[in-house]
């Protein structure tokens, strides 16, 4: 399963809005719940709930998305490919491997 840990988490922090107020769900949580949503091809609606309600974190992701947070995220990501098509996503490379 595709998961950020806190490591991973950390490189990208930078890069997304400060949680202000009564967050119920911390922006790691939402990017894994987008992972998840990602990887198994589900609906919204069936994100499992130990993620929290799906729509508190759609509508994060919409608002991140129409903020250019995710464009921000893409491009500043270790790995991240330029785009030739204009205001299209960024696909990440694969991470090299150390040892």
């Given amino acids: ?14 890069l997304l809005p400060v ?3 009564n967050v119920r769900i911390a922006n790691l949580e ?10 198994n091809g589900c609906k919204w609606r069936g994100l499992p709930e130990r993620f929290g309600n799906w ?4 509508t994060r992701l919409r608002r991140w998305a129409a903020a250019g947070v995710l464009d921000r995220v893409f491009q500043g990501s270790p790995g991240a490919e330029p785009d030739p098509h204009p205001g299209g996503m960024r696909r990440l490379g694969q991470h090299q491997r150390q040892g």
């Fill in 19 to 21: 949680q202000r107020g």
């Fill in 30 to 39: 939402v990017l894994n719940a987008v992972l998840y949503v990602a990887e």
């Fill in 1 to 14: 399963m595709m998961r950020l840990n806190e490591e991973q988490y950390e490189v990208i922090r930078p």
């Fill in 55 to 58: 729509h508190t974190i759609y």
